[in-house]
């Protein structure tokens, strides 16, 4: 199977913080763009952050205020999110997602999610 695999979620305290890790299985890694998503019940999925297949170009959702941080280990076909200063409104689901350009024809997979609860 082709897949993306997260992990790192679980219970924090409000202004603790979480490194989120989605290691990727069975695809050519370094051929993809990697992002963050989160989705809260009943609400869309949220884009939080893209890094690019060579880790140099990162873009992040304003949403995000500085407190999360996205970046990749090509070598160990990992892609992380560095979670700081967490508020009980960042729980959620977060999901990994690999999308490659650079080979036709374009194809994306998604991570099963991992689950992030804020909460005292």
């Not at 989160?38 to 869309?44: E, H, L, N, S």
């Not at 009980?88 to 977060?94: I, K, L, Q, R, S």
């Not at 990994?96 to 997979?109: D, I, K």
Request: aromatic share 10%; glycine share 10%; charged share 15%.
């Amino acid at each position: 199977q082709v897949q993306l695999v997260e992990s790192g979620g679980g219970l924090v305290q409000p202004g603790g913080s979480l490194r989120l890790s989605c290691a990727a299985s069975e695809f050519i890694f370094s051929l993809y763009d990697m992002s963050w998503y989160r989705q809260a019940p009943g609400k869309k999925r949220e884009l939080l952050a893209t890094i690019n297949i060579a880790g140099g170009t990162t873009n992040y959702a304003d949403s995000m205020k500085g407190r999360f941080t996205i970046s990749r280990d090509n070598a160990k076909n990992t892609v992380y999110l560095q979670m700081n200063s967490l508020k009980p409104e960042d729980t959620a689901v977060y999901y990994c997602h690999a999308l490659r350009t650079v080979v036709p024809p374009t194809h994306e997979v998604w991570g099963q999610g991992t689950l992030v609860t804020v909460s005292s």
